[in-house]
């Protein structure tokens, strides 16, 4: 069983940036494949990116939605057991739960029912 805790939601303005974190209970990465998905109010959960040592995409683990992929940043912290997604620019329709997903191995994936593991979530709400 991996667990999963999000944390860096909050409320921002349009335009700012803001970086949310992914802890897994593994303490480590390796063997891992991390996902940031988002929800918003009335809508079915999205892809957003994903993150493996084990992938090798354009010279980094990383992969995104196509829309998102040049605002968002996924990457690994220095802590071993952490993932980041960094919002720049944000924009109102960035407003949603954002989640946190992990499943064994590598793995490119879209869809919510390849993932094994989820965290609760962390709201993040943009105002124009």
């Known amino acids: 069983q991996v667990q999963l805790v999000e944390s860096g939601g909050g409320y921002i303005q349009a335009g700012a940036s803001l970086t949310l974190s992914c802890t897994v209970s593994?303490?480590?990465?390796?063997?891992?494949?991390i996902s940031w998905f988002r929800q918003a109010p009335g809508q079915e959960r999205k892809f957003v990116a994903g993150?493996?040592?084990?992938?090798?995409?354009?010279?980094?683990?990383?992969y995104y939605e196509d829309s998102l992929k040049d605002r968002f940043t996924i990457s690994e912290s220095g802590s071993e057991d952490t993932v980041y997604l960094h919002l720049a620019s944000v924009r109102p329709e960035d407003t949603a739960v954002y989640y946190c997903?992990?499943?064994?191995?590598?793995?490119?994936?879209?869809?919510?029912?390849?993932?094994?593991?989820w965290g609760r979530g962390t709201q993040v709400t943009v105002s124009s």
């Open positions: 997903a992990a499943a064994r191995g590598a793995r490119i994936a879209h869809m919510t029912d390849a993932w094994d593991f």
């Open positions: 593994t303490h480590t990465l390796s063997g891992l494949t």
């Open positions: 993150y493996s040592r084990n992938i090798n995409i354009n010279g980094d683990g990383a």
